[in-house]
């Protein structure tokens, strides 16, 4: 497939926007996904080549984060790992159905991330069995979140956030960053098995992924100097708009 000069240039400046909501709230498939849609790209072939392209957000938020990861892989590396298998399992399904049953599970997903973000979180009684229990479900949680991400994955990181926001007791830029690496693996593993088994653009992978690069390494500079809880705050109201926004994109 080949691609116009315009619509290079219109994929290289929605990558840059996507690439810097992605690194600060993951949210780039509900602007890339359209996009890819937009120059001709069949609708699973278009997820399967954006999820390709979000690998270049992912490895530049990580270059960006580093300062942030550094002393916090005992969390990053399991979480990653499980989003990872989730990952796998997510697009070997999406390989073998239509993603339009999630169009009408999404906004119920995205409504219950926006609870979650906006709810404090409980503080632990120090019962350490009751703990243990509480990281077992969470974990669980971000397995599925990877299988969600590998399969459909708009909104997958606000409900990882989520998630993330009750097992760290880290600010929003270090969890944010774990979140960007999660999703990093989830997407990379994701891409082996769309680029081996499927059709995916890279007429169009290239300058999304050229844009989403450049905006990925922008958007942990901008997470850093915002407060925590100006971040969870803007990230659940947002969340609790999209969710609406969804839902009435998939039943009316």
Request: proline share 4%.
């Amino acid at each position: 497939m080949i691609i116009s000069v315009s619509s290079i240039a219109f994929l290289i400046v929605i990558g840059i926007i996507s690439g810097i909501i992605n690194s600060i709230i993951g949210m780039a498939s509900l602007i890339s996904y359209p996009a890819m849609i937009s120059v001709g790209i069949p609708p699973v072939l278009a997820n399967a080549s954006n999820t390709v392209a979000l690998i270049c957000s992912g490895v530049s938020s990580i270059l960006a984060s580093l300062k942030e990861l550094r002393g916090h892989l005992k969390i990053v590396i399991p979480i990653t790992a499980l989003t990872a298998i989730g990952g796998l399992v997510g697009s070997l399904l999406l390989l073998h159905s239509s993603n339009a049953a999630f169009s009408k599970i999404v906004p119920f997903l995205i409504f219950f991330a926006a609870c979650s973000i906006l709810i404090p979180k409980k503080k632990q009684d120090g019962q350490k069995t009751g703990s243990k229990s509480i990281l077992f479900w969470e974990y669980l949680i971000l397995g599925l979140v990877g299988i969600y991400v590998g399969y459909f994955g708009a909104g997958a990181g606000v409900i990882m956030i989520a998630v993330l926001s009750k097992i760290s007791d880290s600010p929003y830029h270090v969890y944010n960053a774990t979140r960007n690496a999660a999703t990093l693996a989830a997407n990379f593993i994701a891409s082996i098995i769309f680029i081996l088994v499927a059709h995916v653009y890279w007429s169009a992978i290239i300058p999304l992924g050229i844009g989403l690069f450049i905006g990925g390494f922008i958007g942990p500079s901008i997470v850093r100097f915002i407060p925590t809880k100006v971040m969870r705050t803007s990230v659940g109201i947002f969340a609790f708009g999209l969710s609406i926004y969804l839902f009435i994109k998939a039943f009316f």
